[in-house]
């Protein structure tokens, strides 16, 4: 295992941050840590890479232990914390350097590391110079220096704008190819994007732990539709895959499906075959996106 994590709690003075916490990371996986703020992601992360102590509970990472063999730990182990902590008046290579030296890493490696994050075009400016999606790829940078084989990453894309978000998450993809990411965020979004699966952290518990094709099963769709005239429940009730169907307005139904395929375009379809029309259709679809706000609601 790449990663494990043996009922983990800590507390902060009288305050509990993690509660039993206990997962495992085979090698290779990307894994979406998601939860709302002060879930106790950050907390986890910092005990998974050594820089604070749990109450208790062990960790492993690459079969090494954590809390006894920090140092050890971390040579496998690529962290970006989180805000991503720069010396922003050092030039991109400059930074990579002392970086390099400070963890006794060969410097040979900086230029490919330069170029695995894109970075190569930006490379001889200053770091303060840089957009945060451009910073963000030096803190990936100096995170894989040391080719760890472990990658966590506290909250990557906080800050983004829209390209920049989909240009870094297509970086962590691009990089998982060949290590196990943990990275946390707290946009669901972000995990379908870029995870194989999701470990969703509420008030320092984990309640949810699933492949992103499992969470992606549960996916039913309600549907808002208004047709031009009445139609009888018996007949709303020969759609397919419908699981329940309410009248909610004028001609106006709200009907909800267990599907894979998107029922819109059925809708259309038994609306032309039984002589009506379709004057409005709106899609609520649970998404993951909701499906989320409903598991962390307070
Ligand atoms: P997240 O990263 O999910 O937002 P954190 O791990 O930062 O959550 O925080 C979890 C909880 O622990 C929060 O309630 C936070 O206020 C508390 N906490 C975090 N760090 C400290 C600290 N150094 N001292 C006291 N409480 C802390
Ligand atoms: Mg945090």
Redo the contacts with the bound molecule.
């Keep these: 295992m790449s990663i494990k994590v043996l009922s983990i709690s800590k507390l902060y003075n009288q305050q509990k941050a993690l509660n039993e916490i206990s997962f495992s990371a085979k090698k290779g996986e990307i894994i979406g840590f998601l939860g709302p703020n002060g879930a106790g ?2 907390t986890m992360m910092k005990i998974l890479t050594g820089f604070i102590k749990p109450s208790l509970g062990e960790v492993f990472v690459n079969d090494i232990n954590v809390l006894q063999k920090p140092l050890e730990a971390q040579k496998t182990i690529g962290y970006l914390p ?1 805000h991503n902590p720069l010396y922003k008046d050092m030039y991109v290579r400059e930074y990579l350097q002392f970086q390099a030296s400070l963890y006794k890493v060969d410097k040979s490696n900086i230029e490919t590391c330069i170029e695995k994050v894109g970075l190569l075009a930006e490379a001889y400016k200053k770091i303060h110079q840089l957009s945060k999606g451009y910073q963000q790829r030096v803190g990936l940078a100096a995170a894989i220096l040391h080719n760890p084989s472990v990658l966590i990453l ?2 990557p894309t906080t800050g983004l704008d829209p390209n920049q978000l989909v240009e870094i998450r297509a970086l962590i993809k691009e990089l998982g190819k060949d290590k196990t990411v943990l990275f ?1 965020t707290h946009i669901m979004q972000e995990v379908e994007a870029v995870c194989d699966r999701v470990i969703i952290i509420k008030k320092g518990e984990i309640i949810t732990d699933k492949l992103l094709s499992e969470l992606q099963q549960n996916k039913q769709q309600t549907i808002k539709v208004i047709f031009n005239s009445a139609i009888e429940e018996s007949q709303i009730k020969t759609l397919e895959n419908l699981v329940l169907s309410k009248i909610i307005g004028n001609n106006t139904w709200q009907l909800t499906f267990n599907a894979e395929e998107d029922m819109r375009s059925k809708i259309f379809d038994f609306a032309q075959e039984n002589g009506f029309k379709v004057l409005e259709l709106s899609s609520e679809n649970k998404t993951l996106e909701s499906l989320f706000r409903e598991l962390t609601l307070q």
Excluded: N, V
Aim: hydrophobic share 0%.
């Design positions: 992601k950050s989180e506290d909250e946390s």
